[in-house]
């Protein structure tokens, strides 16, 4: 059965605006998405919102619900008390382009950043031989929607814009310790997500962990790892010898 619920949805555009209040038909089995476009269809036509495949996984309609960032269409009804006001507005780090629409080209450009996988000069494509637990190790992260709602919620950037500049976010500092643990990789990430991607800024609170709709576990199986990494690479003594060594033998 139906019933009204109470809506406040952020409109406005260009860095000004205001939360406008709603009373809009819920019907059985509805998600936050379908209320939005229902206030579309029948008293505010204009509201600019983004989305796609409305099955979770374009990552197109993030936003945030009761200050949370969401995926729209799996946020369902129901979770919600039915005299409870729910809140929507934009993804808080990326700048307004009108009303729950954000300009997420911020994390275009950091994909762009991220040198593509390279293979050894002399092995040929169908010639790669990989372990099935090297597979398995990093086909975890090939599972993000990039909804940019880990993006969103890293308070290294969400709350310093100044930080932007020197760091990735944990969706690209993934995409290296991906590559990273690709056998067939020559490039050293390491070094690059320490001095070009600004991994040393996160501090490992897990909040994208939190927010990722795949489940995939960011902190833990990603950047920890890539960290430790890094640090033996930097910090261990024999580590270090070795390369010192390795050096002066060429």
């Known amino acids: 059965m139906g019933y009204k619920a109470k ?46 495949c409305k099955a979770g996984k374009c990552g197109s309609c993030s936003m945030e619900i009761n200050g949370k960032p969401r995926l729209g269409c799996m946020t369902r009804m129901s979770t919600f008390e039915e005299d ?15 009303d ?5 080209s911020f994390n ?40 940019y709602m880990c993006q969103n919620v890293c308070h290294v950037i969400r709350d310093h814009e100044e930080n932007k500049p020197n760091f990735s976010g944990p969706r690209y500092l993934m995409r290296i310790a991906e590559l990273d643990m690709h056998p067939y990789d020559v490039l050293d990430r390491k070094e690059s997500a320490q001095e070009d991607h600004g991994l040393s800024y996160c501090n490992i609170t897990k909040c994208c962990t939190e927010v990722c709709p795949e489940h995939i576990k960011i ?32």
């Open 108 to 147: 275009y450009q950091k994909a762009r950043e991220v040198p593509s996988f390279t293979p050894p000069a002399d092995v040929k494509p169908g010639e790669y031989r990989m372990q099935q637990i090297d597979v398995e190790r990093s086909q975890e992260f090939r599972k993000c929607i990039e909804c």
């Open 84 to 98: 409870e006001t729910i809140t929507v507005t934009p993804l808080r780090t990326f700048p307004v382009i009108k």
């Open 100 to 104: 729950l629409v954000t300009d997420v």
């Open 7 to 52: 809506f406040r949805v952020w409109r406005g555009e260009g860095g000004e605006g205001r939360l406008e209040d709603f009373t809009v038909e819920v019907n059985e089995g509805e998600v936050v998405l379908d209320v939005i476009h229902r206030l579309q269809a029948t008293q505010t036509p204009d509201l600019a919102v983004r989305w796609n």
């Open 219 to 250: 902190t833990d199986n990603a950047l920890i790892p890539m960290k430790e990494r890094v640090v033996d690479r930097k910090y261990d003594p024999l580590v270090w010898l070795g390369s010192k060594i390795f050096k002066r033998q060429h």
